[in-house]
């Protein structure tokens, strides 16, 4: 694949995304939302891509929409819904892509690069991270692209709400402390914290590592414990019929890696 505003670079089972505007501290314009669109729609059946790692290029995760972009089309509550659902369309295929997202976020994540970060399955923050819900700072409200459903389950509705109506920043330290981050690094080792996840996720199975994210996603909302229970029963006899599992079992008694086939 090759994207105007994207850099992939393939290892293996393994994407890592670069969002690449760099002198625009990787702001959403239409090129870049168009890429991200095309790339996160892609995902759904591609089961040769197991987990997959976004950052940003230069100094910025992501800066959120791009200000400086003019659009010359008449304004209309219609053409407007339709501009403001492709964005939140990424941060929805993100959700049902069934591989894990990590961010590696660093220097600015506002607005849509903050959403995109909570929209990941795990973040790590290096030391200059810097995020908010840009949104209540320019006229409109905070809760977008996802964020009024990502961050109170992530951090609890006290501490979102102190962020949601302020659109104060929160630094890595505090990301860290509330739970919004998994891990501080210093920015120039995000790459290696990463590669610590990636390397556990890859050992195992790839129906299981699939499933296991799409019942986390179900679990959040689940209206009951019995909801929760059945899709977790469901999932396990569904890996249990495969022939990776007694290969991850002989792998375990064997002490050794597990040579998964997907089957």
């Given at each position: 694949?090759?994207y105007?505003?994207l850099?992939i670079?393939?290892e293996?089972?393994?994407?890592w995304?670069?969002l690449?505007?760099p002198?625009?501290?990787?702001?959403?314009n239409r090129q870049?939302i168009?890429?991200?669109?095309?790339?996160?729609?892609?995902?759904?059946?591609?089961?040769?891509v197991?987990?997959?790692?976004l950052?940003?290029?230069?100094?910025?995760?992501?800066?959120?929409?791009d200000?400086k972009?003019?659009?010359n089309?008449?304004?209309s509550?219609?053409?407007?819904?339709?501009s403001?659902?492709?964005i939140?369309e990424?941060?929805m295929?993100?959700?049902?892509?069934?591989q894990?997202?990590?961010?590696?976020?660093?220097?600015?994540?506002c607005?849509g690069?903050?959403a995109?970060?909570?929209?990941?399955d795990?973040r790590?923050a290096?030391?200059s991270a810097?995020?908010?819900?840009a949104f209540?700072?320019?006229?409109l409200s905070?809760?977008?692209i996802g964020?009024?459903y990502?961050?109170p389950?992530l951090?609890?509705v006290s501490?979102?709400s102190?962020?949601?109506?302020t659109?104060?920043?929160?630094?890595?330290?505090?990301a860290?402390?509330?739970?919004?981050?998994?891990e501080?690094v210093?920015?120039d080792?995000?790459?290696e914290?990463?590669?610590?996840?990636v390397?556990?996720?890859?050992?195992t199975s790839?129906l299981?590592?699939r499933?296991t994210k799409?019942?986390l996603?179900?679990s959040?909302?689940?209206g009951s414990?019995?909801a929760a229970?059945?899709m977790e029963?469901?999932?396990q006899?569904?890996?249990?019929?495969?022939?990776?599992?007694?290969?991850?079992?002989?792998?375990?008694?064997?002490k050794?890696?597990p040579?998964?086939?997907?089957?």
């Amino acid at each position: 694949m090759s994207y105007q505003t994207l850099l992939i670079r393939k290892e293996g089972p393994v994407d890592w995304v670069t969002l690449n505007r760099p002198d625009s501290l990787n702001a959403l314009n239409r090129q870049l939302i168009d890429d991200l669109l095309d790339y996160t729609q892609s995902l759904y059946w591609d089961k040769s891509v197991r987990v997959v790692v976004l950052r940003g290029a230069g100094r910025a995760f992501c800066a959120g929409l791009d200000l400086k972009e003019r659009d010359n089309s008449p304004r209309s509550p219609s053409t407007g819904l339709t501009s403001q659902r492709r964005i939140s369309e990424i941060v929805m295929r993100m959700r049902r892509a069934p591989q894990p997202f990590i961010s590696l976020v660093h220097g600015p994540a506002c607005g849509g690069g903050f959403a995109f970060a909570l929209a990941s399955d795990i973040r790590i923050a290096g030391a200059s991270a810097r995020m908010n819900a840009a949104f209540i700072r320019i006229g409109l409200s905070a809760c977008d692209i996802g964020v009024s459903y990502f961050l109170p389950r992530l951090v609890g509705v006290s501490v979102a709400s102190e962020l949601m109506l302020t659109g104060r920043f929160i630094n890595a330290e505090r990301a860290l402390s509330v739970g919004l981050v998994s891990e501080v690094v210093p920015d120039d080792q995000l790459e290696e914290a990463a590669r610590c996840y990636v390397d556990e996720m890859i050992t195992t199975s790839p129906l299981g590592l699939r499933m296991t994210k799409e019942c986390l996603n179900m679990s959040v909302d689940a209206g009951s414990l019995e909801a929760a229970i059945a899709m977790e029963d469901r999932n396990q006899i569904l890996c249990a019929q495969t022939e990776d599992f007694p290969e991850g079992m002989r792998a375990f008694l064997e002490k050794r890696k597990p040579q998964y086939q997907d089957r």
